[in-house]
């Protein structure tokens, strides 16, 4: 293989609803809030917060919630470790695939020249053996 191949490691990851990241979005939306909707004090900015956070936590798609994982069983690891906290939702293990039109052609940027990839759902039945028959 040449050196322009991706990398074969890193090629899993979880997926989910975090409370923190749903956290972070409510402050934003909350401070952005102007004219008769934006809180007066310290203890209404908060009380508005918690149920922004709410209403994004039930409704948000799920993301990225783990950093890229070397192989399928530390995904379920972090899955495990995830449902103990209760602060996440969803919880979706994820492979990255080099991404292919609707002819079974991998795709390739343009301009970079370089493979395009996508997150697919991790198979239950996905092994060792399968990462190594697939085509980077």
Not at 50 to 71: C, D, I, R, W
Not at 89 to 114: E, N, P
Request: glycine content about 6%.
């Amino acid at each position: 293989m040449s050196g322009s191949q991706p990398s074969r490691s890193r090629m899993f990851c979880v997926f989910g609803v975090s409370k923190k990241k749903c956290k972070a979005a409510a402050e934003k939306k909350v401070n952005a809030m102007r004219g008769e909707l934006a809180p007066k004090n310290s203890a209404q900015h908060k009380q508005m917060v918690e149920v922004v956070t709410e209403e994004l936590f039930l409704k948000s798609k799920p993301t990225a919630v783990s950093g890229e994982l070397s192989s399928p069983s530390l995904v379920d690891d972090f899955i495990e470790l995830a449902n103990k906290t209760g602060d996440i939702r969803a919880l979706k293990g994820m492979r990255r695939v080099h991404k292919a039109d609707k002819k079974g052609a991998f795709q390739y940027s343009k301009r970079t020249k370089k493979p395009i990839f996508e997150w697919v759902p991790l198979e239950q039945n996905f092994t060792q053996e399968l990462i190594n028959e697939e085509f980077f």
